[in-house]
């Protein structure tokens, strides 16, 4: 008898390895499997490359196993031609009679109509398998999908007495409350995501970077939110060696131009006098972003607390304590799971 928990599990682990390079596309796994054995596997590849369902078919040796083997996928094969031609088409093509979902595709151009097609052609389709883990790995695709905004990650560090940056600085550059391991795992974090956003304070008071340093993946889209533009364009995140957003009131922008820089600076215009973070969602939604962390200061995300626009909140608890400084944000949520990291605490919240 088949496992199919033990196969869509495989899957999730290949899905994983996509993750921050499929985009616009979800990141799927697939395993093919005959007589108990997996004959062929993948995941999608970077985005205008062939889909999970492809690689894992083309990796099968003998094709001619395929008429008695059964497929297993995260997400509901395409049906739709986009950069590739659908995925469920060439499973009937090569007669795969057996197709195991581990969730339905809720893309308006998909939403069941693989499934139907299967099935039509009398398939064996079963769907539904591992379901909750499979709507969690593709939670920032089905949210841009569903809500036409980007997963949001809210992301701090505080101390142990609850404030997240001192009152005086001496230099520009970050003062640390989390640990070297902390600090690392944000930047694979970072590898992950589409884009990071941060407000005008955080980039004059540190001059941040916001790349992926200490762990190997691709740059996050920079989005930085710059009212009145204060922010002289001498920091670094006008480098232009990042793909940057500027969001800010003003409509008439200079930027200087340099051919030797591979990004231009984008300015985007809202009004201040508006709901700020619905707005943003807008113009990150605009240029399709699936996914963001907002790794501002206090002002930033209670921004985004505010207006009850998060999905997920993952805080540093440092082995540090300042006696005074700038305190943690306003935030009032249920704790989903906690864990140790060396010697910080990760807190992780989601909004349910």
């Not at 995925?87 to 693989?114: F, R």
């Not at 340093?213 to 002289?232: A, M």
């Not at 300015?267 to 907002?294: M, N, R, T």
Request: proline residues 4%; charged residues 25%; contains cysteine.
């Amino acid at each position: 008898m088949m496992n199919h928990e033990f196969y869509i599990v495989r899957c999730l682990e290949l899905a994983k390895k996509g993750i921050g390079t499929t985009r616009p596309n979800p990141s799927v796994g697939a395993v093919i499997v005959h007589n108990n054995k997996i004959i062929g596997e993948g995941f999608t590849s970077a985005y205008g490359g062939p889909h999970a369902e492809v690689n894992a078919i083309n990796a099968v040796r003998d094709q001619e196993l395929l008429k008695e083997a059964t497929i297993y996928v995260t997400l509901e094969p395409c049906s739709h031609h986009g950069k590739t031609p659908p995925c469920a088409d060439l499973i009937l093509e090569k007669g795969i009679p057996n197709i195991v979902i581990g969730c339905v595709d809720t893309n308006s151009l998909v939403a069941g109509k693989g499934i139907a097609r299967l099935k039509k052609a009398g398939k064996n389709v079963t769907v539904g398998v591992c379901e909750k883990e499979c709507l969690e790995h593709h939670k920032r695709f089905f949210t841009v999908q569903n809500k036409q905004r980007p997963y949001i990650i809210l992301k701090w560090a505080e101390t142990k007495d609850g404030f997240i940056a001192p009152l005086i600085k001496d230099e520009q550059k970050p003062v640390w409350i989390s640990n070297q391991y902390s600090q690392q795992l944000v930047h694979k974090w970072r590898s992950e995501e589409h884009a990071i956003l941060v407000g005008t304070n955080t980039v004059i008071a540190d001059n941040p970077s916001l790349t992926v340093r200490s762990w190997k993946g691709n740059n996050p889209v920079r989005v930085v939110i710059d009212k009145n533009l204060r922010i002289p364009l001498e920091v670094t995140v006008f480098d232009k060696n990042v793909q940057t957003i500027i969001i800010t009131e003003e409509k008439q922008c200079v930027i200087s131009n340099d051919s030797e820089k591979s990004y231009a600076l984008t300015y985007e215009h809202i009004d201040f006098s508006s709901p700020v973070a619905e707005q943003i969602c807008g113009i990150l939604y605009k240029h399709q972003i699936q996914s963001v962390i907002i790794e501002g200061g206090r002002q930033t995300l209670e921004t985004f607390i505010t207006a009850n626009l998060w999905d997920e909140a993952r805080v540093f608890i440092g082995d540090v304590v300042f006696g005074e400084g700038v305190k943690r944000p306003n935030f009032n949520a249920e704790l989903s799971s906690e864990e140790k990291v060396a010697n910080d605490i990760l807190r992780l919240y989601r909004n349910d």
